[in-house]
């Protein structure tokens, strides 16, 4: 069953603007960044997807874990981070449209965090913000069976990737499959498939605008749940996305030659 959605004309005007500047990127420079472009922004990524959640780590502390340097932070923050680096250095093996490989990362994510990390929830659960009630997600035996359905959708549906992942996105914190972590593991596995079919996605550090728009982000997510229908979250996270690729093609330098092009598959 397709979730429900709508292209609107905001949605096809990004989803035209991100496939240009797609088609930028990969006339620069083939969609190899640098190795340290690549690093800065891999940290970038970790750094604000944990920090939504509440993790007090910055872009420095990160670093010098991946330096094997001696960090001072909370224990449970510095486990976050290791796992977040490990699920991210593995990004290649994940099949993004397989539920065991969903569940595979969600285990190396949320290892030392939680009870049963990797494992499907059986029981109900909500989300509260402060006081209130935010969003009561499905039952737990209702867990399987709709992500089963979102997982054919976005392998088998004709719409464009650029779309289907926002939609992935929304409907996988919608069902909220895990007692814990499914915000970080709804905007990985977003990158999950992206990457799949544009390998720039693989080092595109998205979250740190959907931080720097983190009310936004939920206030989205919310009005999604009061229409019924994903249309305001695929129109933010499109918005974000074209804002991510647009600040990563000034860094890029120069053009390449036909040689230079040559090169960089050999």
């Not at 190899?32 to 690549?38: F, I, Q």
């Not at 939609?167 to 915000?183: A, C, K, Q, S």
């Amino acid at each position: 069953m397709k979730p429900p959605y709508e292209i609107t004309k905001k949605i096809l005007r990004l989803a035209t603007s991100i496939s240009e500047k797609l088609g930028e990127i990969n006339a620069v420079h083939l969609e190899k960044s640098s190795p340290e472009l690549r690093r800065q922004n891999r940290i970038k990524t970790i750094q604000s997807s944990l920090a939504i959640e509440g993790n007090t780590m910055d872009e420095e502390q990160i670093t010098a874990l991946l330096e094997n340097k001696h960090v001072v932070a909370p224990l449970k923050d510095i486990t976050e981070v290791r796992n977040a680096i490990a699920v991210y250095e593995k990004l290649k093996k994940f099949d993004p449209f397989s539920i065991k490989s969903l569940c595979d990362a969600h285990k190396i994510l949320m290892s030392g965090l939680m009870a049963s990390p990797g494992k499907l929830r059986g029981k109900p659960v909500g989300i509260v913000h402060g006081s209130q009630l935010a969003h009561l997600a499905p039952p737990g035996e209702m867990v399987k069976p709709l992500l089963t359905d979102l997982f054919d959708y976005v392998k088998k549906d004709e719409d464009i990737i650029l779309i289907k992942s926002c939609v992935f996105h929304y409907e996988f914190e919608f069902i909220h499959p895990f007692l814990d972590g499914n915000g970080r593991m709804g905007r990985l596995w977003q990158t999950v498939l992206l990457k799949n079919q544009y390998p720039v996605f693989e080092f595109l550090p998205v979250e740190t605008l959907i931080k720097t728009n983190q009310s936004v982000y939920y206030n989205t997510l919310q009005q999604s749940d009061k229409t019924g229908q994903s249309t305001p979250f695929i129109e933010f996270m499109l918005e974000i996305i074209e804002a991510s690729l647009a600040s990563l093609l000034p860094s890029q330098g120069k053009t390449l030659s036909g040689i230079d092009r040559i090169n960089l598959f050999k």
